[in-house]
């Protein structure tokens, strides 16, 4: 079981360095950013070769700014320290976050 980790300026790029992750950007007056929480931690545990990170975008407003990150929520997925999708949508629904980290993860995994 996979489990959310915080990320921080400090630790961001250790935490996306190897492997599967999604990054999960959001802020503390982001209704849609809590309203998708209870979805983020249910992706976190569905897939024990993803990991999922979460990084207050108001404490690394600069490491947002470099990545070209203006809309919450926002996810990043990362393989391997690359960047290879986002999705940013103030009216993001669980559905929508859901299949595109569905769809995401097979592109990834297929040879």
């Not at 992706?43 to 975008?57: G, N, P, R, S």
């Not at 990150?69 to 986002?86: I, K, N, Q, Y």
């Amino acid at each position: 079981m996979s489990a959310l980790v915080e990320a921080t300026k400090e630790n961001f790029a250790d935490l996306i360095a190897e492997g599967t992750v999604l990054l999960d950007v959001w802020g503390p007056s982001c209704q849609p950013c809590f309203a998708l929480m209870p979805h983020v931690e249910e992706l976190a545990e569905a897939d024990d070769d993803l990991t999922v990170i979460k990084l207050e975008a108001p404490k690394a407003r600069r490491l947002c700014m470099s990545m070209g990150l203006m809309t919450l929520p926002s996810f990043v997925m990362f393989h391997d320290g690359e960047e290879v999708a986002r999705l940013s949508d103030p009216n993001l629904s669980a559905g929508k976050l859901t299949a595109w980290v569905d769809q995401t993860l097979a592109e990834i995994r297929t040879p």
